[in-house]
């Protein structure tokens, strides 16, 4: 496996048929770090399970280079769907739609649906569009953690999950920091209206005003198979809590203007719920690295971003 450092256009059009050719390509997006197969690849795809340790029947989400590629991968696009992909694509939003032909069941899970996305750093979307003149017709990419785990936010994150499970013939393409910090927002469009799935940068709120509908959260219980969607997620190896005081020894993430309790061990001082959430992960990562047993976060309140961050915690807790 090669970690390559803030890509050349060489590198990422290598890197691009190495995805072609079968190959497994971790890549940065602005929501965390994906791991790639050529979504039209059978083999290659079922790698990204066994690298993952995640069960087979659980959905990969497609990544295209552009709402152009959309029909060829869904079907009976409802209008507020395309003006969803209109707004916020490139970007870290996932649509759920009805798949077509070439979505198929080692993809979807089974199902009878496809999750979409377009994101919006450029190191992937110039993987994406190198990967399509090789003919490639989209890249399916989950997080690239180990099933349950935080998901990478960095090149090295990727390395020390899942390095050792890669092959040298697979590569990881080291595009900074991830910007957002946590995963995209997922929204089912099967329905008449949009119902978020998993929360994200792209608020409800957001939503609604270019949908023009209301738009709905579902929690865990949904009959939609989706690990993310699983109660106990993106964990550590140290217990999260949300409630009560951090003491000595224990680690604490809050914002900037919450004090540090005496003796505890502060992960991170975000100024904005923007920080929080581009930090959060990153902190969890450094409490395993510290060899601390137990982190003490204060959610943030509030909606938007704030209520993506505080569901991916209520998940890290939950283990
Ligand atoms: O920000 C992101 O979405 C990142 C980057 C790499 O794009 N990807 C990501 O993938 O978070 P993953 O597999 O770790 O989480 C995707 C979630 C899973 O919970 C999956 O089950 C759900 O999306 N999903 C994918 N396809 C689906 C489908 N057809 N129906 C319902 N849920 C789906
Ligand atoms: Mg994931």
């Not at 005003?209 to 929690?219: L, N, P, R, T």
């Not at 224990?250 to 919450?258: D, H, N, P, R, V």
């Not at 001082?269 to 902190?283: G, I, M, N, R």
């Amino acid at each position: 496996m090669e970690l390559i450092s803030n890509p050349t256009s060489d590198e990422i059009k290598k890197a691009a048929k190495a995805l072609k050719d079968g190959h497994l390509v971790a890549f940065p997006t602005e929501t965390v770090y994906g791991l790639g197969a050529d979504a039209t690849n059978e083999k290659a795809v079922s790698r990204i399970y066994s690298v993952k340790g995640r069960p087979t029947d659980h959905p990969l989400i497609v990544h295209i280079s552009s709402i152009n590629q959309l029909e060829k991968w869904a079907i009976e696009i409802p209008e507020y769907a395309i003006k969803l992909a209109q707004e916020f694509w490139p970007g870290p939003m996932t649509l759920i739609l009805k798949r077509s032909e070439l979505a198929k069941d080692f993809i979807t899970g089974n199902q009878v649906n496809v999750g979409v996305r377009v994101p919006v750093h450029p190191v992937a979307l110039e993987l994406l569009s190198e990967f399509k003149k090789l003919g490639g017709l989209g890249i399916a990419a989950p997080s690239a953690n180990r099933f349950g785990a935080v998901s990478p936010t960095s090149g090295f994150d990727v390395q020390e999950e899942i390095g050792n499970y890669l092959d040298n013939t697979d590569q990881i393409l080291d595009g900074g920091k991830s910007l957002v910090g946590i995963e995209s927002t997922i929204i089912n469009c099967l329905s008449d209206t949009p119902v978020v799935l998993r929360p994200g940068f792209v608020t409800l709120e957001d939503i609604a005003s270019i949908a023009g509908f209301d738009v709905k959260m579902v929690g865990s219980t949904n009959a939609i198979k989706a690990p993310g969607m699983l109660p106990a997620h993106y964990s550590p190896r140290a217990k999260v809590v949300t409630q009560g005081l951090a003491i000595q020894g224990e680690g604490f993430l809050a914002l900037a203007s919450i004090k540090t309790p005496e003796g505890a061990i502060r992960l991170a001082s975000p100024l904005t719920v923007d920080q929080f959430a581009k930090q959060l992960y990153e902190s969890l990562r450094s409490a395993d690295h510290i060899g601390l047993t137990k982190v003490v976060v204060v959610p943030p309140d509030g909606n938007g971003l704030a209520m993506a961050i505080r569901e991916r915690l209520n998940k890290a807790a939950k283990s």
